[in-house]
T-cell receptor, first 112, second 110 residues
Framework: GQQLNQSPQSMFIQEGEDVSMNCTSS?????WLWYKQDPGEGPVLLIA?????ELTSNGRLTAQFGITRKDSFLNISASIPSDVGIYFC????????????FGKGITLSVRP | DGGITQSPKYLFRKEGQNVTLSCEQN?????MYWYRQDPGQGLRLIYY???????QKGDIAEGYSVSREKKESFPLTVTSAQKNPTAFYLC?????????FGSGTRLTVV
């Protein structure tokens, strides 16, 4: 099936630093979603983007829907220890039977 | 509170046995999904159902079966035909704002 590209697989940052994660695809999507997964739990939706060029914030998180509809980024500002986890991007095409396509995720570690 | 409940949280199975993972939602969502998660692999779609009494294979359906007799319930059976069943299994349902996930079931074959 389709895949979204997220790299690197792991990121290590210092507490207080900003971090940016990118997600790219060879296909266009009509919706981009960013999820965070804590160990042993299901992913939780952080931000949803519905329009090309859209920039949306949720607290210290900011995400953008790329103009080409083939990419999105997530920025976390002033990181804190509880930001540790796996961050997934997901894309969706509107329409019947459309499914979410997920990236492989980026594991974020925050050093105190 | 509305949500998705997966049970059990941890499940151990002997090789050659079938096992059924439960997924129940009270969100009144039509669409439900099962994903498998392995380290470094992301989420891979096993089966999904858009409506009661209908379901479709995902990318890795071999060795799995599902049913959708009620809107609220979408159980997944891991059969003995699944060669490498040890994994973390996630159930999700979908509405207009995106997927809601359950907290997962970790299946270990011993």
């Amino acid at each position: 099936g389709q895949q979204l590209n997220q790299s690197p697989q792991s990121m290590f940052i210092q507490e207080g630093e900003d971090v940016s994660m990118n997600c790219t695809s060879s296909s266009i999507f009509n919706t981009w979603l960013w999820y965070k997964q804590d160990p042993g739990e299901g992913p939780v939706l952080l931000i949803a983007l519905y329009k090309a060029g859209e920039l949306t914030s949720n607290g210290r998180l900011t995400a953008q829907f790329g103009i080409t509809r083939k990419d999105s980024f997530l920025n976390i500002s002033a990181s804190i220890p509880s930001d540790v986890g796996i961050y997934f991007c997901a894309g969706r095409l509107t329409g019947a039977n459309s499914k979410l396509t997920f990236g492989k995720g980026i594991t974020l570690s925050v050093r105190p | 509170d509305g949500g998705i409940t997966q049970s059990p949280k941890y499940l151990f199975r002997k090789e050659g046995q079938n096992v059924t993972l439960s997924c129940e939602q009270n969100l009144n969502h039509d669409a439900m999904y099962w994903y498998r998660q392995d380290p470094g692999q992301g989420l891979r779609l096993i089966y999904y159902s858009q409506i009661v009494n209908d379901f479709q294979k995902g990318d890795i359906a071999e060795g799995y079966s599902v049913s959708r007799e009620k809107k609220e319930s979408f159980p997944l059976t891991v059969t003995s035909a699944q060669k490498n069943p040890t994994a973390f299994y996630l159930c999700a349902s979908f509405a207009s704002l995106g997927y809601t996930f359950g907290s997962g079931t970790r299946l270990t074959v011993v």
